[in-house]
C-alpha cells in the first residue's frame, strides 16, 4: 500500500507541515469524511469534557494503525492540519508507529528524523515499539541506526534502549548483533540488569547451539545474575531437543534445587530427566530428596511420575502415587487418568479398571493442568490423545472422565472385534 508522504522539512525550530493531498483527497472522499467525523468527535469530547484533545487523537491514530488503515490516519492528519492543530510529539509518533506497523518504512524514517532533528525527547516505549516493528520486517539495519541515534544523543535512555536492541536481535535470532549490542553496552559503562541477561541467555537458548547456550549461562553466571522461570524452561527445552538429558540434570542442579522463588520446576524438570530414560530408582531417590527438602509435590510432579509407572506397567507404584495425590489433595486431570487407563488396557487387564477408579471423581470435568514440556519428553498417552480428539470435536457436549472413558472403551473394543474378524 502506498501513501504519498505529508510532510516538508522544518523550516524553523518549531515544525511546520504541509499536507500533499492528492485526486482522490477531494471533500466527497469517503476517507476524508471518516476523519472528519473523528475528527469533529474528539473536538467535541475536549469542548465537552476538558480532554486532552491531542491524547485522543494519537489514540485515534494508532488505532487505526493496528486496524490496517495507515491511508486513513494519513487523511486524519491532514484534517488536524487543517483545523489548526499544531504537530506534536504524541501525534508525531503514533503517526510514525501506525507507518512502521503497516510496512511503510520510508516514510516512518522520515517522521522519525524529524523528531530526532528535533527538540522533542524520544520515550522508551515509542522507541521500543519502532524497533519491534523494524525487527518484525527483517530490517536489523534499521534498529542499529535507531540505538545509535539515540545513544549519541544521550537522551538518557542509553541503558533501556540498549535492552530493547538486545531483544530486538534476539528475537529475530540475530545472535551476533545480540551479543555485539551487549558488548557495547558494557563497554560504555552502562549496567546490564538481571532482565536483560535473562533475555540474552533465553534467545541463545531458542537460536543457537547448546555449546553457545551453555557459554552464554557460563557469562550469565560470572556475572551474579540469578536466572529467572523463563530462562530456566528456555534452557531445559534445549536440553530437550538434543536429548541431553545428563545435562540437563547437571544444570538444574547447578541452578539450585533449593531454590524456593520458582516453586517445583527444578525438581519437576530434574524428575523428568530420569523418567524419559525410564530411570526409576534414580527418579525415585530423588522424589523422595524432594520430599525432604521441604517441597511438596504438585500436579506436574505426580504425573511425571505416573507416566513412567504407567509406561513400565508398575501398577503397584502408580497405585501408591494415587493414593499420595488424594492426600494431599491434588486433583487430578486428563493426564492423570490417561495413565491409569492406559495401564490396564495396555497389559490387557481392562477388568480391574472400575477397582483403580473408585478412588478417583470421574464424574469432574477433564482439564489439562500439566506443564507442556513433560510431553515433550514423554508424549501423551493414547487416552489422552483421543480425549482431546473428543473434546475438540463435541464442545457443546458436558463432558466427564466418566463419559470420556465409556467412549474410549466402547473405540477401543470395535477396533479389537475389527481386527479379530480379519
Partial sequence: MEVASIFTAPTSSQFKFRARCSRQNSDSSPSRRLAREIMWHQKGLASGGGKDVYANLALEIRKLGRERLPHLAQQL???????????????????????ADNGLFSHAQALWDEIINSSYVPNIEVVSELMEAYGKM?????????????TSRDFKLCPRVYSCAISCFGNGGQLELMENTLKEMV?????????????????????????????????????????????????????IKEGKFYRLGEFLRGVGLGRKNVGNLLWNFLLLSYAAN???????REFLSMLEAGF?????????????????????????SLEHMKHDRVVPDLVTYGCVVDAFLDRKVGRNLDFALTRMNVDD????ATDKLVFNVLGKGDFHSSSEAFLESDRQQKWTYRKLISVYLKKKYRSNQIFWNY
Avoid at 470435568?365 to 489439562?368: A, F, K, R, T
Fill in 77 to 99: 492528519w491532514v484534517e488536524m492540519n487543517s483545523e489548526g492543530f499544531v504537530p506534536c510529539y504524541k501525534t508525531l509518533s503514533a503517526l510514525m508507529l501506525c507507518y
Fill in 138 to 150: 527483517g530490517h536489523f539495519d534499521e534498529v542499529s541506526r535507531i540505538l545509535r541515534e539515540v
Fill in 187 to 239: 563497554s560504555n559503562d552502562f549496567p546490564v540488569d538481571s532482565a536483560t541477561g535473562n533475555a540474552f541467555l533465553l534467545y541463545y537458548s531458542e537460536f543457537g547451539s547448546l555449546l553457545e547456550m551453555e557459554a552464554a549461562y557460563g557469562c550469565f553466571k560470572r556475572s551474579g545474575f540469578s536466572i529467572e522461570e523463563e530462562g530456566i524452561r528456555a534452557v531445559t527445552s534445549a536440553y
Fill in 278 to 284: 525410564f530411570k526409576m530408582k534414580s527418579m525415585q
Fill in 296 to 320: 511438596s509435590p504438585d500436579l506436574t510432579t505426580f504425573n511425571i511420575r505416573a507416566l513412567a509407572f504407567s509406561r513400565m506397567a508398575l501398577f503397584w507404584d502408580l497405585h501408591v
Fill in 365 to 368: 470435568s477433564p482439564i489439562v
